[in-house]
Structures are given as structure tokens and as C-alpha cells.
């Protein structure tokens, strides 16, 4: 390049074509500082989802331990010493608690971990739960289960 056309205040002279073709280049494409930026937030946007994914993934793996670390069940008043301890799952009572919200929705929560199951009471459950309530109850199979989640 030659010294005069770096002089500030040069005049240019450009073919409309020529001017075109910039304007068209200039348009189409970020220059390279834009272009850093778009490829740093770019970065940033995978970065972001990628801890997303790692934050879900605890989060699941979180509340599987949680929902195993726990039996849920208890020995009930009868098994005398062991009366109130952790029984195998299945086993003694369920150490289990809850409310019914309305006709379609309860929640049931397990009183030592506080592991809670949304589902929909069947007929015999709602009319059972309405009069009984929902101590000791057997927790929903995991195909009823609308929403669960460790409180
Ligand atoms: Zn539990």
C-alpha cells in the first residue's frame, strides 16, 4: 500500500460495483473482533449447557440415592426395641405421611427422609385418605407417580 491512501482524509475512489461488493462483504460478515465475541459467547453458551446437563445429572443421581438410601418403612410399636427403626423396605410400616389436595392430587411424604410423591388417589385410596388420612400409607407404584422430589 502506498503511502498516500493511508493518509487520513484521502479521498477513495470506488466503482459503484466495487462499493457494492464491500458494503455487501461488510454486512455478511462480522469483522474479527466481532467475530471473537461471537464465538466467546458461543463458547460460553456450551460451557452453560454443559453444566445444565452435569447440574441435571446430579441433581437426578441426587435423588435416586436419596429414594434408595431410604427403605421408607419403619418396625411398627409391636417389634417392641426395634419399634420406630429402619425396617427393610416392605417390611414393618410405612413410615409415610400426607394430604390430599383434591380429588386428582395428594402428596405423600416419607417422615424420616422427606422423599415426597405427587399422584392421582385411585377411588378407593381418595375415599380411604378422605376418612383415614394418609399415615402409614404404601408409597404410589412409579407409574402413578405425577411428580416426586426430595424436600
Ligand atoms: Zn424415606
Known amino acids: 500500500m ?3 491512501t493511508t493518509q487520513p482524509g484521502t479521498p477513495v475512489t470506488l466503482t459503484f460495483e466495487q462499493l ?5 462483504a461488510a454486512q455478511s460478515k462480522p469483522n474479527v473482533l466481532e467475530q471473537k465475541a461471537i464465538d466467546t459467547e458461543i463458547q460460553k453458551e456450551r460451557k452453560r449447557d454443559l453444566a445444565r446437563v452435569e447440574l441435571a445429572k446430579i441433581e437426578t443421581d441426587a435423588l435416586r440415592r436419596k429414594k434408595e438410601g431410604c427403605t421408607h418403612c419403619r418396625w411398627p410399636m409391636s417389634a417392641g426395641k426395634q419399634a420406630g427403626m429402619s425396617a427393610p423396605r416392605g417390611q414393618g410400616e410405612w413410615c409415610t405421611s400426607g394430604q390430599l389436595h383434591d380429588r386428582n392430587l395428594a402428596t405423600m411424604i416419607c417422615v424420616r427422609c422427606s422423599y415426597t410423591w405427587q399422584f392421582r388417589p385411585t377411588d378407593s385410596e381418595f375415599e380411604y385418605i378422605s376418612q ?3 399415615l402409614s400409607l404404601a408409597p404410589p407404584d412409579e407409574s402413578r407417580v405425577i411428580r416426586e ?3
Open 132 to 134: 383415614n388420612g394418609m
Open 20 to 24: 457494492k461488493e464491500l458494503l455487501a
Open 2 to 4: 502506498s503511502k498516500e
Open 149 to 151: 422430589s426430595v424436600a
